[in-house]
């Protein structure tokens, strides 16, 4: 199948500060990239859903001004959590979509960044 | 969407065969059935997907009766690196990628 990156892999940081997370798609191009969050014993959360060269389109409930996404090519997106508390750790992994492929909506996930704010 | 509900916990033994069961009544007509697997502090993984009767491939089989309203995954003869947690998901055919994640199913085959 196909092969999803995210780094870092894990990240630890100091309350206010920003961290970027970097997903890319190695080995095909990507029509969509959606960002989740995943708190400890919990299903994954849809974040945004981001197309390459658009604006990316929030869920209810997420802040875009805090979690910005950048999807600059159509096989890298980042995620930037700005100003970052400790109520933002979490495991948050991003998944590729290409439309047209052989399954109806199959996503490709990354390993996921944990992330940790001191 | 179609919402779906699964048990949040099974236990098992090395072995055995097990079936996890998902209800979505309100499925729709386009809307087709997929199974992801996740183990701690990884991604999702596709398992299978399909829109009725039977689909087998090498890693399960999924069942879904003729009202589409429920589905069943059956893992054959599952070992202790099966223990995940299992997610069942109900999505139209008009290739958007968006994908809903429910509570999912843990998992848990002891030796």
């Known amino acids: 199948g196909a092969v999803v990156s995210q780094h870092p892999s894990r990240v630890i940081c100091k309350s206010g500060t920003s961290v970027k997370i970097e997903c890319r798609s190695l080995?095909?191009?990507?029509?969509?990239m959606f960002w989740y969050r995943q708190f400890p014993k919990q299903s994954l959360m849809l974040m945004a859903t981001s197309n390459e060269g658009s604006k990316a389109t929030y869920e209810q409930g997420v802040e875009k001004d805090k979690f910005l996404i950048n999807h600059a090519s159509l096989t890298l997106s980042t995620l930037t959590v700005t100003s970052a508390h400790p109520e933002d750790s979490s495991f948050y992994i991003c998944?590729?979509?290409?439309?047209?492929?052989?399954?109806?909506?199959?996503?490709?996930f990354g390993p996921g960044t944990r992330l940790t704010v001191l | 969407l179609a919402k779906t509900t699964q048990p949040i916990s099974m236990d098992s033994y090395e072995g055995q065969e097990v079936n996890i069961t998902c209800s979505h009544n309100?499925?729709?007509?386009?809307?087709?059935i997929t199974w992801y697997q996740q183990f701690p502090s990884q991604g999702p993984r596709f398992i299978i997907q399909g829109y009725k009767t039977k689909v087998t491939n090498e890693v399960a089989s999924l069942f879904i009766p003729a009202d589409r309203k429920s589905s069943t995954l059956s893992l054959p003869r599952v070992s202790l690196s099966d223990t995940a947690v299992y997610y069942c998901?109900?999505?139209?055919?008009?290739?958007?990628?968006?994908?809903?994640f429910g509570q999912g199913t843990t998992l848990q085959v002891k030796p």
């Open positions: 998901l109900v999505g139209d055919t008009s290739n958007t990628g968006k994908l809903i």
């Open positions: 080995d095909f191009q990507a029509t969509t």
């Open positions: 998944s590729a979509y290409q439309a047209g492929g052989g399954r109806y909506n199959e996503q490709f």
């Open positions: 309100n499925i729709a007509t386009n809307d087709y």
